[in-house]
């Protein structure tokens, strides 16, 4: 049994819950994301579940769908594009429905296996494990721009502790990622989980004065990149940390950088 997914299946039922009173009209707003409506964010989902269920037990078949994908983006089809084609131009309501019932199967699908199991992905290979905790990752982090939309602060639980463990263990990824090497040992890592809780990681291996400090929520928003550094209260002490801070990302693909200063709020 895979823990996580039942921390998927929760995420996927408060974002379900949020969505329920929404008229389809409001999924055509603009969010603070890089300007995704909700329909593209939850295309996306959607596109991203059905994905890390078809690796899991159709390998062959997940292996066909990257291909038609990256043939697509060779052919200059957009993102977006792609998604609406993809999902047979479902929007509103009836997309968020059709997301519901893949993001059960998912859930379903990761809970029975072994959690050790390889499987593909648009990167290197991961372990079912990570593979649900990508998208109970992606699922939270995208959310966040909803939550900031409707002008709803979200009460978060300790099932983001995983997302706060994928964060802490991608410190060498994020420097990897941009083709230079960390610039020292991972720091300190001490945060109080929504429940009071403390989560720790790094504590034996950190370099002198090495630190990040503070809530749970907030170093899941930094290395989520839903939020700037500047923008939440952790405590970061000393200059691998502050470097660290300042660009950490938890998820694969490309580089990215964080959002800028005061432009991703609760609205």
């Known amino acids: 049994m895979i823990a996580e997914a039942a921390d998927f299946r929760d995420q996927c039922a408060a974002l379900a819950a949020l969505l329920a009173p929404l008229p389809d009209a409001d999924f055509r707003r603009e969010t603070q ?24 037990i159709d390998p062959a078949g997940f292996a066909a769908a990257r291909a038609e994908r990256q043939a697509a983006t060779a052919a200059g089809e957009s993102r977006f594009d792609y998604q609406r084609r993809w999902s047979k131009g479902l929007e509103g309501q009836a997309l968020v429905k059709a997301w519901r019932a893949s993001s059960a199967a998912t859930a379903d699908a990761y809970a029975a296996a072994d959690p050790k199991q390889r499987v593909a992905w648009v990167g290197p290979d991961m372990s079912a494990r990570s593979s649900i905790t990508a998208r109970l990752m992606e699922t939270w982090s995208h959310s966040q721009a909803i939550y900031d939309l409707l002008g709803q602060v979200r009460q978060d639980t300790d099932s983001i502790r995983a997302i706060c463990h994928l964060g802490a263990i991608t410190y ?8 230079v090497e960390p610039p020292g040992p991972p720091p300190h890592i001490r945060l109080t989980a929504p429940s009071g809780a403390i989560w720790e990681w790094h504590a034996d291996r950190s370099g002198a004065g090495e630190t990040v400090s503070g809530p749970a929520t ?50």
């Open 218 to 267: 907030a170093f899941a928003q930094v290395v989520a990149q839903t939020r700037n550094i500047a923008d939440v209260a952790l405590a970061v002490e000393g200059p691998i940390a502050r470097d660290w801070m300042a660009k950490a990302q938890c998820f694969a693909g490309p580089p990215n950088d964080p959002p800028a200063p005061g432009t991703r709020f609760t609205q």
């Open 172 to 179: 060498g990824w994020t420097y990897q990622n941009r083709g």
């Open 33 to 56: 994301f890089k300007a995704w409506t909700l329909n593209d964010i939850m295309a996306h989902l959607y596109m991203g579940d059905v994905n890390a269920r078809m690796t899991l």
